[in-house]
């Protein structure tokens, strides 16, 4: 029996025979029966036509399909239901076009993210937390010698032994890009050499990407700076002979006058002694600023001999200030040493990290005003141990920070200033710093002044006699 019938029967079964007890005569009870049954098939059919109209559209509207409207017609308690599945088809199809149109919005950006990305002289890579490359523009992949297809798709592990390989340097390439993941919270920069497809020295610096989650990865940029690098190396070289043709003369010269002036007893008239006096200043400020431009281009070229070892840091910063207390006692200032207990060893040349705090606890004694604490300090960092000269002078304007540390770069009220300087201590402290695998840097003081500071590589721990575990 089909369905409809099967309903329409279970349904008026119960009426009919009711109206069959009723009846007096078995006729008429025939009769109410048929006709109750042809009553209930009609209303079945209907309302069983109804609900698979319904059916049929609730699965249009599921495949998509919003349009046209069921019409509401059909037994009463189904037109709610009917004028609800209309009412969640226009919403829907209002939702759709919403939808379409935000991702038509998203493409659009993304296509202009991409072709600002791609018209970019700058390679730009983009790291998620987990180190897989997710964004890179054409210009990466020019600069690193892949193609996108390769920089995205390859193992992370295996293109980072490709990108090893193409350096100049590869054990130094993969120290310094652990340095840019050391601290996932600050901006790195340094520099990379590399051997294929051509040679190239590019400028790669990194910095955190966050969005309201928080931290999403790290972005790469890298520039090529091979034409000011050889611009620079150009210029080395010329200093650097300048200087070694300069020093021979000036050191006679110095020595001549060093010769009148002693020698000369009474003979000279006082006006001649001044003279001769001025010029012998004059000449040892040559010669030093001779010799610390010979040096800058030897430490730089990676020439300037250097012995390194374990050294200990508090040691390094009392020989620095008791050498200074001179100057010190001069300016009336006071140096206060405060080593963090505890600061093992770094690894470095004794002579040149030496000049360095030197050089960094002589200009905070040069720019302090009298009656104040210059303080050196020392801790523990994550790449190494961190060295620090906080003075209470005028401090740096944030704006020349960054090029404090070229040659001759006098900023803030000093811009006009002779110090007395050469103007190259802090080139050199950073040559010396950078050779050592360290950095440098200058920031604001705490509460005023200015603060310097370097980060030097710990020493590896000393192997023990016998330690078997150290050996292997
Ligand atoms: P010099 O001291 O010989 O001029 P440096 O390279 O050591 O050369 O320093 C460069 C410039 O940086 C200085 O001329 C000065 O303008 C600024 N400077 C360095 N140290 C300090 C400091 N502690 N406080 C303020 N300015 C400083």
Redesign the pocket.
Known sequence: MPAGLRLAAALLLPVALVAAGWSQHGVSAGLALAGAAVAAVVVARGLLRAVAEATAAARRIAAGDFAPAIPVTGPAVLQGFVAALNDLATASARRDDELNGALEDAATQRDSFYSILNASNDGLLLYDNARRLVVVNQRCGELLGFSRHELLHREPLALQLSLEERCEQPELYRERLERHFARPDEPHQDQLVLREPRRRVLRRYSCPVRNHRGLQGRVFTYTDVTTESDVDRLKSEFVSMASHELRTPLTSVHGALQLALSGSGDRLAEEDRELLAISLANTERLVRLVNDLLDLSKIEAGRMPMSTGPLDVRALLDEAARGMQGLAATRSLAVACAPAPGVGPVQGDHDQLLRVVT?LLG??L??SPPGTTVCLASRSTADGVEISVQ?E????PPDQVDR?FRPF????V??RQT?G???????ISRAIVEQHRGRIWAEPGRPSG?R?AFVIPRAAPATEPGDDRAVA
Do not use: E
Request: hydrophobic share 35%.
């Open positions: 050089n200009n905070a040069k720019y003075d002078g005028p401090g740096i404090l770069s006098r900023v803030g000093h811009a110090s300087g050469t103007g190259l201590g802090l080139a200015s310097f």
